[in-house]
């Protein structure tokens, strides 16, 4: 049984994870709960105080671990030449490294490191060195640019279709990540926009598409409040009828060539 006492554990991804690899029967109480997605819950009040039993739902989560597996397999074999093509072009195009790893909260608050093919110029991560304080400014309120000076030529075009993100199918097998999940954050991003929210973010495995980039990434914004909404609206009713909405919404996207910047 855990309680409420916040010296027990940390964080809230840490009480997550201890119950995800447990094989006993978990209690939590009412106020932890929301912090649990993938679980399903039934109250009980004992001593004058209610309790809730934590029912862990391995079917979704057995389904969804197979479904990773078995569609990034298939994925990089059937595209492994489309991977060769993309890792050819961006070496040629300016003499730099074809993959760029980042750094990103994963489940629990597990910092992990994700490759994606290298869209911008050397050394881009030094903002200071490269944006001007007006550009600066207008990152830090969405964590991007509309025109990044940064990004090469070659990168507009991954990333106008998303094929930058292709090498995270990687990050999907190893299973620091899921096909289908709240799109991965930076630390100080999380922390920022997300506030008391970040643990409840970070208890599912990020995802390479999510319910946000789903309904058009670009057009709902962190200050707007839309992006937000959206990423725990997944986490609170993440489903295996939730994933396949997600897919085909996305799949209608890109043929659309809508959301992505």
């Not at 997550?16 to 447990?22: H, K, L, R, T």
């Not at 109250?43 to 209610?50: A, C």
């Not at 106008?160 to 299973?175: A, H």
């Not at 289908?180 to 598409?209: F, H, Q």
Request: positive net charge; aromatic residues 10%.
């Amino acid at each position: 049984m855990l309680n409420d006492n916040k010296d027990d554990f940390t964080s809230v991804g840490e009480r997550q994870n201890v119950i995800a690899e447990s094989d006993v029967s978990s209690e939590i109480s009412v106020t932890q709960a929301i912090s649990f997605p993938q679980t399903t819950f039934s109250t009980q009040t004992e001593f004058n105080k209610e309790r809730v039993k934590v029912k862990k739902r391995y079917g979704y989560r057995f389904i969804k671990r197979t479904f990773d597996i078995v569609s990034s397999l298939l994925f990089l074999i059937i595209f492994s030449p489309l991977y060769l093509t993309l890792a050819l072009i961006v070496k040629c195009s300016d003499g730099g490294t074809v993959f760029f790893k980042h750094k990103r909260v994963g489940k629990g608050g597990k910092e992990i490191s994700l490759p994606k093919f290298r869209s911008m110029k050397p050394n881009a991560e030094n903002l200071e060195d490269m944006l001007s304080h007006k550009e600066l400014e207008d990152y830090y309120k969405e964590y991007k640019l509309d025109n990044d000076p940064r990004i090469t030529k070659i990168g507009k075009i991954l990333r106008k279709t998303s094929l930058d993100e292709l090498p995270n199918v990687w990050s999907i097998l190893k299973g620091d990540m899921s096909v289908i999940g709240p799109r991965p954050l930076m630390e100080s991003e999380l922390k920022e926009k997300y506030g008391e929210d970040a643990d409840k973010l970070v208890s599912v495995k990020p995802g390479m598409i999510g319910w946000w980039a789903a309904n058009g990434r670009s057009n709902c914004t962190y200050e707007s409040g839309e992006r937000q909404k959206k990423e725990l609206y997944y986490v609170d009713n993440c489903s295996v009828w939730l994933d396949i909405k997600i897919i085909f919404k996305t799949i209608g996207k890109v043929f659309k060539r809508e959301g992505a910047k």
